[in-house]
T-cell receptor
Framework: GEDVEQSLFLSVREGDSSVINCTYT??????LYWYKQEPGAGLQLLTY?????DMKQDQRLTVLLNKKDKHLSLRIADTQTGDSAIYFC??????????FGGGTRVLVKP | DVKVTQSSRYLVKRTGEKVFLECVQD?????MFWYRQDPGLGLRLIYF???????EKGDIPEGYSVSREKKERFSLILESASTNQTSMYLC?????????????FGPGTRLTVL
């Protein structure tokens, strides 16, 4: 079946940029998503990108998609302590099913 | 404001018990989903439903069943709970018509089976 991989952990200093990477295997992906999960809470959609786009920017968030390499990244500019959370990438296939990565725990140090 | 609620935040049950996890959404969404979340494994889809009384198996349906008698309510049932079903359970809903098919998540139920 489809597979989505992420690194487990990222540590970054407040004010620096964070980059979270994700790879996926499904070539029929239509949308790719980034979700954020804060402690004790459910998942919240941060941003998404349509599979025919290369880049999407939304305030401090930049999503880059390399469809050839099946590589997705999320860059958070000027990382704040409130950005500490688990970030999940997910891909949606042609049948509208979402497959999630294992999540990257981001720790922002003051 | 969009809302998905789950009946319990924390639940402790014994092996062999029948367990019901309830999820309610107030957005009139057609699609509803049950996932379990385990460290390092991300979210894995157990079952989903795209209409009342309709259900489809996800990636890990074994040991679970679901019920969708009303559009707003989707229940996950563990017929005979086992210790390997200790996990965080997340419910989500999404509309069929939205182009990006965003899923809205509840806060989760942390189930411990002793």
């Amino acid at each position: 079946g489809e597979d989505v991989e992420q690194s487990l952990f990222l540590s970054v200093r407040e004010g620096d940029s964070s980059v979270i990477n994700c790879t996926y295997t499904d070539s029929s992906s239509t949308y790719l998503y980034w979700y954020k999960q804060e402690p004790g809470a459910g998942l919240q959609l941060l941003t998404y990108i349509f599979s025919n786009m290369d880049m999407k920017q939304d305030q401090r968030l930049t999503v880059l998609l390399n469809k050839k390499d099946k590589h997705l990244s999320l860059r958070i500019a000027d990382t704040q302590t409130g950005d500490s959370a688990i970030y999940f990438c997910a891909e949606r296939d042609a049948g509208n099913k979402l497959t999630f990565g294992g999540g990257t725990r981001v720790l922002v140090k003051p | 404001d969009v809302k998905v609620t789950q009946s319990s935040r924390y639940l402790v049950k014994r092996t062999g018990e029948k367990v019901f996890l309830e999820c309610v959404q107030d957005m009139d969404h057609e699609n509803m989903f049950w996932y379990r979340q385990d460290p390092g494994l991300g979210l894995r889809l157990i079952y989903f439903s795209y209409d009342v009384k309709m259900k489809e198996k996800g990636d890990i349906p074994e040991g679970y069943s679901v019920s969708r008698e009303k559009k707003e309510r989707f229940s996950l049932i563990l017929e005979s709970a086992s210790t390997n079903q200790t996990s965080m359970y997340l419910c989500a809903s999404s509309p069929s018509s939205a182009p990006r098919n965003e899923q809205f998540f509840g806060p989760g139920t942390r189930l411990t089976v002793l």
